[in-house]
């Protein structure tokens, strides 16, 4: 409907990638109480992070709580300033663009919330919702009822339940409102921010199905941000996993979960319940203790020493030290998939 | 419920309904509010008797022989009666064109004022929460400047030296936009980092679009309530004002002045405060009753005490 003479489709090397992320570092300061509120240090929210995602591809980006990756996904958005760091998108650094500039690139990314009952305006009726990005990209024409029913059809929900307002919507349903605002200005690429988090189990799923579908037809990529490794292992092609503002290991989502090669993958995937109670007894789980450090003094050398299962049993003290003082690189050391461990051995655990 | 509704839709072609039906499937925001503010009934009578307030206070007077200066000296102090409809005063002056005469007054003053200070408020209090930084400090300096000042004070000090009564209303609007200010603004505090209005910021909705479309329609309530409190209390404070001898200047009368003439003899001849004191309860009753239906029908989730004992019964609850 969008896809006018006027705006053609971005013409773009179907191999390369649609967005990539490179050294992307977004700390925040915090500032004393007093009066004067100088700054007294900085939270390393997301460090040096570096990631592609392709045409079609969904990108999955796993960690737990605080762990920088909705930082990470705001900061693509432009809804937070990066400290440093390239985001390119179709050859554009997005980092560096202007308001207006931006207002045009946003018509092809565009971001579905984490939570369905915050991020539709209350006072609205879901097709006032559904429209108003069309209406600020003038593209509301004569037939802008038209393309609102369309996209709340393609969402699964009734276009006769367009004037009602969202809290007559189940969470589910909200969600579906959500995700039809951000089709309507046909993007190519959507960030999830925990789309389903929010949501019940058994309503998880058809969420993510109709994710799915609308990745078939519209040729969508995602960045599906999420700290749930099974809902990730459905949805995602390739996977990055955070940890305190560091990705500590990339690849396909299926070299991922067959041989997970750093302690913290490893320990998450460890931690997914298996439906077979006897496989569920009989697995070797790797537990970490502790709490996650303070992402405004963290660690040096490798983040994860101080919660690393291996550095507390399986390491020497030599080997240790280089855990201390060297922060280990992103690199594939002979797994098959890059890994930010420098004792990195892959491990079959599902 | 979507049964409900498929039933209708596909029932109304052909039916005598169908037009109005068709006509509202996808109303909007304005429609909406008003269909729901017409569904009060309350609210609507309210909003009559207010209409038929200044209806009478403009017409009234020309229906009666007399005139609000006029001196009828064969009628010093009379109750109500055929030639003088709510009496007459000391000098023979007629109640009731007095009182229509101080009603205009006391009304429009009572509007304008609520109107003009709680828009004052929602702008000022609404830029300065979501622009933050510099222009929230100059604002909020130039409230709490303002809020030190002796309201009453200044405008007696000042209002002397106009003549005519039209300055009250900038005069007092000026002194009670200020704390309405610092509520909208701690509102505007919390609803900037909703999600809702962070997603109309992503697709790059301009700010006074986000503050006018997204911000203030989630405070309705409490702004409608403001101006409601600021009508009545706008009143209040002509009526003090004019009572002290700072308002409102003979020959020329508001409800405050022919309240405070009044008070003094309520009980010996009290039609010549009784019928200023009742259009003064009216007027305000009113004006609150309107402002009742005018937040429900703003919020979505808010339902009348009536409607939700109706829904109680089985029936739909708006």
Known sequence: ?350 | MSGGVSARSAAVPGSPVDPAAGATATPSRGRLVLRRFLRNKLAVAGLTVFVGLFVLAYVGPLLSPWSYTDQDVTAYLQPPSADHWFGTTQIGEDVFVRTMRGLQKSLVIGLLVGVISTTVATVVGTVAAYFGGWVDRALMWVVDLMLVLPALLVIAILSPSFTNWLIMIPLLAAFFWLIAARIVRGMTLSLREREYVQAARFSGVPPYKIIFRHIVPNMASILIIDVTVNIGQAVLAETGLSFLGFGVQPPDVSLGTLIADGTSSALTFPWLFMFAGLFLVIAVLSVNLVGDGLRDAFDPQSTSPRARRRWRRGGRPR
């Not at chain 1, 579906?176 to 309507?184: K, P, S």
């Open chain 1, 1 to 350: 409907m969008t896809e006018t003479a006027s705006n053609p489709a971005p013409t773009r090397d179907s191999q390369g990638p649609v967005l990539s992320v490179r050294n992307l570092v977004k700390h925040f300061p915090v500032r004393a109480g007093g009066l004067l509120r100088r700054q007294v240090g900085e939270v390393h929210a997301v460090c040096d992070v570096s990631f592609d995602i392709g045409s079609h591809e969904t990108l999955g980006l796993v960690g737990e709580s605080g762990c920088g990756k909705t930082t990470t996904a705001r900061v693509l958005m432009h809804l937070e300033p990066a400290t440093s760091g390239q985001v390119v998108y179709d050859g554009t650094d997005l980092t560096r663009l202007s308001r207006t500039a931006m207002q045009q690139l946003r018509r092809e990314l565009q971001i579905v919330f984490q939570d369905p009952f915050a991020s539709l305006d209350p006072r609205l009726p879901v097709n006032e919702i559904v429209a108003e990005p069309l209406r600020i990209h003038g593209l509301y024409g004569a037939d802008g009822r038209d393309q609102v029913r369309e996209l709340l059809r393609i969402v699964g929900l009734k276009p006769e339940h367009g004037n009602r307002f969202p809290h007559e919507f189940s969470g589910g349903q909200r969600q579906r409102i959500g995700v039809a605002r951000a089709l309507a200005l046909r993007p190519t690429m959507l960030v999830l921010d925990e789309p389903v988090s929010a949501l019940d189990v058994s309503i998880q799923a058809g969420v993510l199905n109709l994710l799915d579908e609308l990745q078939e037809q519209f040729g969508l990529s995602y960045l599906f941000v999420s700290h749930d490794l099974s809902v990730v292992r459905h949805v995602a092609d390739r996977i990055a996993v955070m940890y305190l503002g560091r990705i500590v290991e990339t690849g396909r989502a299926d070299d991922l979960f067959a041989a997970p090669a750093h302690p913290y993958t490893q320990a998450l995937i460890s931690a997914i319940p298996l439906p077979d109670p006897r496989k569920e007894r009989a697995r070797q789980r790797i537990t970490i203790t502790g709490d996650v450090p303070n992402p405004a003094d963290p660690p040096s050398g490798c983040r994860f020493r101080t919660r690393c299962p291996k550095f507390a049993e399986q390491l020497t003290e030599g080997q240790r030290r280089r855990c201390i003082d060297e922060i280990p690189e992103l690199v594939d050391r002979g797994q098959g998939h890059p890994a930010a461990c420098h004792y990195a051995e892959g491990a079959a655990l599902l």
